[in-house]
């Protein structure tokens, strides 16, 4: 069992920054795959970005390449989010997950997810 608490979160103005966190505990972090998904109101979970065990390969959505970089220390058991040129269309709840497929944007190949942090943008 692994447990997953996001933070981060909060009201940001269109161009802005914000840097999730996720932390882990339970089982040994560096066994999982992490992703970063997140749910818009009205909308289908959607994949945002991934990071294999080591942190040394990364996958992300088209629509975040360039603005969001994903990002581990195994030493703190985090996973990282850093959100760059935020846009309003990015609001919505931002949902961390572990799991073991590499490069997976299919929210059921994850095993464990957190309770989410919400990120808004204002235009």
């Known amino acids: 069992q692994v447990q997953l608490v996001e933070s981060g979160g909060g009201l940001v103005q269109a161009g802005g920054s914000l840097r999730l966190s996720c932390a882990a505990s339970g089982r040994t972090f560096s066994n999982y795959v992490m992703g970063w998904f997140r749910q818009a109101p009205g909308k289908e979970r959607e994949f945002v970005a991934a990071?294999?065990?080591?942190?040394?390969?990364?996958y992300s959505a088209d629509s975040v390449k360039g603005r969001f970089t994903i990002s581990r220390e195994n030493a703190k058991n985090t996973v990282y989010l850093q959100m760059n040129s935020l846009k309003p269309e990015d609001t919505a709840v931002y949902y961390c997950?572990?799991?073991?497929?590499?490069?997976?944007?299919?929210?059921?190949?994850?095993?464990?997810w957190g309770q989410g942090t919400q990120v808004a943008v204002s235009s």
């Open positions: 997950a572990a799991g073991f497929v590499q490069y997976s944007d299919d929210p059921g190949s994850y095993n464990y």
């Open positions: 990071i294999n065990w080591s942190g040394a390969s990364t």
